[in-house]
């Protein structure tokens, strides 16, 4: 079974940052696409950042140059450094697991697998 636990949001203010961690179970990690999406009330789930097995990588124009996606194997764990935060960053943040290819990592349609999520949230 596919378990997905995402940890580290919090509060903070603008121009912050955040390291938000998403521990997965067996070996998901390493073998699996796995990306982080994000959900604003009142608005769509929309792609964050997202990492293929071999490690290319995927980001939204939105955080281009302020996050980034990493993970790590032996530890079973995928994170997402968020850095200069934004007040329109705040979101519900969510790691996702896709066992398989596909042509737009960034659309959570093509995940298969989630966890419960994280809050981030910034003030101006």
């Known amino acids: 079974q596919v378990q997905l636990v995402e940890s580290g949001g919090g509060s903070v203010q603008a121009g912050g940052s955040l390291r938000l961690s998403c521990a997965a179970s067996?070996?998901?990690?390493?073998?699996?696409?796995m990306g982080w999406f994000r959900q604003a009330p009142g608005k769509e789930r929309e792609g964050v950042a997202a990492?293929?097995?071999?490690?290319?990588?995927y980001y939204a124009d939105s955080v281009k140059g302020r996050f980034t996606i990493s993970k790590d194997n032996a530890r079973n764990t995928l994170y997402l450094q968020m850095n200069s935060l934004k007040p329109e960053d705040a979101a519900m943040y969510y790691c996702?697991?896709?066992?398989?290819?596909?042509?737009?990592?960034?659309?959570?349609?093509?995940?298969?697998?989630w966890g419960q999520g994280t809050q981030v949230t910034v003030s101006s």
């Open positions: 996702a697991a896709n066992p398989g290819s596909t042509w737009d990592y960034l659309r959570a349609l093509n995940y298969k697998y």
């Open positions: 990492i293929r097995v071999y490690g290319s990588t």
């Open positions: 067996g070996y998901i990690i390493s073998n699996y696409h």
